[in-house]
């Protein structure tokens, strides 16, 4: 039953995330990349204080030097160079594309967990790795001479892919510093009150430089479907997202979330098409498949 649950919140965390990437794009052009990227924060921030003030101090207290630096590079990965390289990605690629790059995430945490966390190289895992090279070259057309592939655009899929590493360095680090309380029954700590502190971690991170683009009259100008873009950015996607998946990672294994973050393309990809009037080509669309069959393949778990 806990198994089940685990990939139910993941599944959830990862449809919300496939949608962060239509939000940027809303709001990409408009404001800076570290204005969106700490408004969006800002706003997860005070939701998930209201809900959570009672225990946050207590865990404050209790965390050890340990803690806070498992804490400082969860946040630094998973939220502040994700945003900071997603959003730069999408102001020179589109927004199906930079979906469907994403998708490299289940590959690249499977080469993290050989090299970081000494997990067996499965050759289900090896096939799932080559697909999902093959995939991106697809979907960046370099088997058609290039043409559709400008500098600009390359600069643009490579911080994507940027992204798409913080994403897996998070959850390798996420599954492998599992964060617990000093408290005498020693329990994980509450997906909430987690989400809550990284939260605040990668606000602080984002602060400086966003104050640094004048942040102010960017936000004044924004129309109201930018604020509801904004908005569900902070309270959707990041706290909400975030709890999810917390809730699901301790109860499920680093491959099975590997798997499951597959459904990050494929709703950016929906979501482009059906909201933004995108049209990938046929190539793209093979490129996605053949990324999607690797994150099938990595997931897969050899018997014996």
Request: hydrophobic share 50%; net charge positive; charged share 10%.
């Amino acid at each position: 039953m806990q198994s089940f649950l685990g990939k139910l919140y993941l599944a959830g965390a990862f449809i919300l995330a496939g949608s962060s990437v239509v939000a940027a794009r809303y709001l990409s052009g408009r404001l800076g990349v570290f204005t969106i990227a700490a408004a969006s924060l800002f706003f997860a921030l005070l939701a998930l204080l209201l809900i959570s003030s009672r225990s946050t101090p207590r865990v404050l207290y209790d965390m050890t030097r340990q803690d806070w630096l498992a804490i400082l590079c969860q946040a630094a990965c998973g939220m502040f160079l994700f945003r900071l390289f997603l959003l730069t990605g999408l102001e020179y690629t589109s927004t199906g594309e930079a979906g469907l790059l994403t998708g490299a995430t289940p590959a690249l945490t499977a080469l993290l967990a050989v090299s970081l966390l000494k997990e067996p190289l499965y050759k289900t895992r090896i096939l799932g790795i080559v697909s999902t090279v093959a995939g991106i070259m697809l979907i960046q057309e370099v088997f058609n001479g290039g043409s559709g592939l400008s500098k600009q655009h390359l600069m643009g899929n490579l911080l994507v892919l940027a992204a798409a590493m913080c994403e897996s360095l998070f959850s390798v680090l996420s599954r492998f510093g599992s964060i617990r309380s000093s408290l005498s029954q020693n329990d994980e700590l509450n997906p909430i009150v987690q989400t809550t502190v990284v939260t605040g971690v990668a606000l602080t991170l984002c602060l400086g430089p966003a104050l640094a683009e004048h942040p102010v009259s960017a936000l004044m100008s924004l129309r109201s479907f930018e604020w509801l873009a904004l908005l569900w950015y902070g309270l959707i996607v990041t706290a909400l997202g975030y709890i999810l998946w917390y809730a699901g990672i301790k109860r499920c294994d680093a491959s099975v979330a590997a798997a499951f973050s597959g459904l990050m393309p494929f709703t950016s990809l929906c979501l482009s098409v059906a909201l933004l009037g995108e049209h990938p080509s046929g190539q793209q669309w093979l490129g996605g498949a053949m990324v999607v069959l690797g994150m099938i393949f990595c997931g897969i778990k050899p018997s014996g």
